[in-house]
């Protein structure tokens, strides 16, 4: 197993501090990846992202193109800052590449809207396709958009020593919000602060939507009802999450420093022993736990909630796909093909230390019990793409976020975050029609929990 964390920084937190990012932050805007030797006479330009947060992902690019021999494959690293943007302005100037690394849900589709992108059904292997997980989330018009690149698997964790400290079993999580509750209140007895993180920077409240919400769903195109006026926030089921975290507030259960902390050493706080419960990312798991010697147990977000998607594992998809410019487009399948094959799955192991997003992997190189148990579970069993890559971006911004950080604070009810999330879904409705259109479509593709 590799000694492998995934970088400290969201993906929306990229996108929000662009002028904070230094050339070397993200190894310059486009980082040219060396061509194959020997090649057919076609050629295929690669626009891609991941190193930043995957390291290891350059050297099995370089590793995979230098092996291909159908084609030479010119690959370029993007400066996170303009992953979408220089693809949207290349696409619609005609010079975009062949193949281009797409974020999931809202930061590709808006490309598929604007014709950018091409469907991969009856292009890329259908079984390929399948066996990527893309996820649900790059459907649109009953077609496929992205090839699964590889997995972010979402997760509650928490530390069995402090279970023990509190007379709690720690082979047995709390599966209910009932035994949740239980367990905190044994946390806080032992003296032991029971459950959060940190929500400075505000993504543990983005966190908190992607596994809560869904508790009260039938479908992601229930959440997508949400914003374009079809449900309403205000009606008590949809905003039952903000409920319940202020419940944890109210009874004393959140850390102290919560909203002083950040997301990423509010989650150092389990694996170091100083809190009991909290959400985590799949790819922290291997190095956080030799930092609690393996005392830490993974779980799903225990139940209170109704809805079809409620306790289903989470698990978010980076992806590649096909620009409607591609000169052939059969080639830049082939390629995508080629990064699925058994050869090439193995190798983005070895590289990274991660897994790649395949139904097919050998799970065997995974020594690791709980890793390889969390991957069992949250990639090959059923799981559900997160919730939050549905959000218009005003409606994440001005809603999702405040809302769990003035929760923690003390500053707002459940009830109230309600309110304001049904203000400003209706705000972004009024300014966007042509877009409340485009969603109204997705949310029937988003309509399968799967």
């Given at each position: 197993?590799?000694?492998?964390?995934?970088?400290?920084?969201?993906?929306?937190?990229?996108?929000?501090?662009?002028?904070?990012?230094?050339?070397?932050?993200?190894?310059?805007?486009?980082?040219?990846?060396?061509?194959?030797?020997?090649?057919?006479?076609?050629?295929?330009?690669?626009?891609?992202?991941?190193?930043?947060?995957?390291?290891?992902?350059?050297?099995?690019?370089?590793?995979?193109?230098?092996?291909?021999?159908?084609?030479?494959?010119?690959?370029?690293?993007?400066?996170?800052?303009?992953?979408?943007?220089?693809?949207?302005?290349?696409?619609?100037?005609?010079?975009?590449?062949?193949?281009?690394?797409?974020?999931?849900?809202?930061?590709?589709?808006?490309?598929?809207?604007?014709?950018?992108?091409?469907?991969?059904?009856?292009?890329?292997?259908?079984?390929?396709?399948?066996?990527?997980?893309?996820?649900?989330?790059?459907?649109?018009?009953?077609?496929?958009?992205?090839?699964?690149?590889?997995?972010?698997?979402?997760?509650?964790?928490?530390?069995?020593?402090?279970?023990?400290?509190?007379?709690?079993?720690?082979?047995?999580?709390?599966?209910?919000?009932?035994?949740?509750?239980?367990?905190?209140?044994?946390?806080?007895?032992?003296?032991?602060?029971?459950?959060?993180?940190?929500?400075?920077?505000?993504?543990?409240?983005?966190?908190?939507?992607s596994h809560a919400l869904p508790q009260n769903l039938d479908s992601l195109g229930e959440a997508v009802e949400l914003f374009i006026g079809d449900k309403d926030f205000r009606d008590p089921k949809y905003h039952e999450h903000w409920v319940k975290l202020e419940e944890l507030k109210t009874r004393g259960f959140l850390n102290k420093d919560m909203s002083s902390l950040e997301l990423y050493p509010g989650i150092d706080l389990v694996a170091a022993g100083k809190l009991g419960i909290g959400q985590t990312i799949?790819?922290?798991?291997?190095?956080?736990?030799?930092?609690?010697?393996?005392?830490?147990?993974?779980?799903?977000?225990?139940?209170?909630?109704?809805?079809?998607?409620?306790?289903?594992?989470?698990?978010?998809?980076?992806?590649?796909?096909?620009?409607?410019?591609?000169?052939?487009?059969?080639?830049?399948?082939?390629?995508?093909?080629?990064?699925?094959?058994?050869?090439?799955?193995?190798?983005?192991?070895?590289?990274?230390?991660?897994?790649?997003?395949?139904?097919?992997?050998?799970?065997?190189?995974?020594?690791?019990?709980?890793?390889?148990?969390?991957?069992?579970?949250?990639?090959?069993?059923?799981?559900?793409?997160?919730?939050?890559?549905?959000?218009?971006?005003?409606?994440?911004?001005?809603?999702?976020?405040?809302?769990?950080?003035?929760?923690?604070?003390?500053?707002?009810?459940?009830?109230?975050?309600?309110?304001?999330?049904?203000?400003?879904?209706?705000?972004?409705?009024?300014?966007?029609?042509?877009?409340?259109?485009?969603?109204?479509?997705?949310?029937?593709?988003?309509?399968?929990?799967?």
């Amino acid at each position: 197993m590799h000694d492998f964390t995934l970088k400290d920084i969201s993906r929306r937190g990229f996108l929000k501090t662009t002028a904070g990012l230094g050339a070397g932050a993200a190894l310059g805007a486009m980082l040219p990846s060396a061509p194959a030797l020997a090649a057919a006479d076609k050629t295929l330009d690669m626009w891609w992202w991941g190193e930043q947060e995957l390291p290891g992902l350059q050297a099995f690019v370089n590793s995979s193109i230098a092996g291909y021999k159908e084609a030479t494959v010119k690959a370029m690293l993007q400066d996170t800052a303009v992953v979408i943007s220089q693809f949207q302005t290349a696409a619609a100037a005609g010079n975009a590449p062949d193949i281009q690394y797409l974020w999931n849900g809202i930061n590709h589709m808006e490309s598929v809207w604007f014709g950018y992108l091409r469907e991969l059904d009856g292009l890329v292997n259908a079984d390929v396709v399948t066996a990527s997980n893309p996820t649900r989330l790059s459907h649109f018009g009953g077609h496929v958009y992205r090839v699964g690149w590889y997995p972010l698997p979402m997760l509650w964790v928490y530390n069995k020593k402090l279970f023990e400290q509190a007379k709690l079993d720690p082979n047995a999580p709390p599966a209910t919000w009932e035994a949740l509750l239980d367990a905190c209140e044994k946390l806080k007895s032992a003296g032991v602060e029971a459950i959060g993180g940190g929500i400075q920077d505000g993504y543990w409240s983005e966190w908190y939507i992607s596994h809560a919400l869904p508790q009260n769903l039938d479908s992601l195109g229930e959440a997508v009802e949400l914003f374009i006026g079809d449900k309403d926030f205000r009606d008590p089921k949809y905003h039952e999450h903000w409920v319940k975290l202020e419940e944890l507030k109210t009874r004393g259960f959140l850390n102290k420093d919560m909203s002083s902390l950040e997301l990423y050493p509010g989650i150092d706080l389990v694996a170091a022993g100083k809190l009991g419960i909290g959400q985590t990312i799949g790819t922290r798991l291997p190095a956080d736990l030799k930092t609690a010697d393996g005392q830490l147990g993974i779980m799903t977000m225990p139940l209170y909630g109704k809805g079809k998607l409620a306790g289903v594992p989470l698990l978010d998809v980076q992806g590649l796909g096909i620009s409607a410019n591609a000169k052939d487009p059969k080639a830049a399948a082939a390629f995508l093909e080629y990064l699925h094959s058994p050869e090439r799955l193995k190798a983005f192991w070895d590289a990274t230390g991660w897994i790649p997003s395949n139904k097919n992997f050998d799970t065997s190189v995974i020594k690791n019990d709980t890793v390889r148990a969390m991957w069992e579970k949250w990639g090959l069993g059923q799981n559900i793409s997160n919730v939050t890559n549905v959000m218009p971006g005003q409606f994440y911004e001005r809603a999702a976020i405040p809302t769990g950080q003035q929760i923690v604070q003390g500053s707002m009810t459940g009830e109230q975050a309600g309110e304001l999330a049904a203000q400003t879904a209706k705000e972004w409705r009024d300014f966007n029609p042509d877009l409340v259109e485009k969603y109204r479509k997705w949310a029937v593709d988003l309509s399968s929990p799967t």
